[in-house]
């Protein structure tokens, strides 16, 4: 099993950036992808960004390309959310996910191991 938990969350004005750690633990030798999900009250559950575990490849969802950086530290067993520019659209329990195949897809099912949550709120 593989244990995440989530940081960093909080109440952040629109425009604003904010950081995501998530903290991996247990049997991590299992990982090979890590990402984060959020879900908006309402709404689904949806893919934000993922990133490789042992080479250099991420991908994001279109409606953070060119504002959220995913990024890990392996020594530390650390996966990261950089989240600038922030909208109210932002509003969302953000979760970290792992699983050990390379490439999971953008389905919650796809993903093995989550974290709980941590709550994002952009005001406008």
């Known amino acids: 099993q593989v244990q995440l938990v989530e940081s960093g969350g909080g109440l952040v004005q629109a425009g604003g950036s904010l950081r995501l750690s998530c903290a991996a633990s247990?049997?991590?030798?299992?990982?090979?992808?890590m990402g984060w999900f959020r879900q908006a009250p309402g709404k689904e559950r949806e893919f934000i960004a993922r990133?490789?575990?042992?080479?250099?490849?991420?991908y994001y969802a279109d409606s953070v390309k060119g504002r959220f950086t995913i990024s890990r530290d392996n020594i530390k067993n650390m996966v990261y959310l950089q989240m600038n520019s922030l909208k109210p659209d932002d509003t969302a329990v953000y979760y970290c996910t792992a699983d050990p195949t390379y490439r999971p897809g953008g389905a919650v099912t796809a993903w093995k191991f989550w974290g709980q949550g941590t709550q994002v709120t952009v005001s406008s």
């Open positions: 990133i490789a575990w042992r080479v250099d490849s991420t």
């Open positions: 247990g049997r991590t030798f299992t990982m090979n992808a």
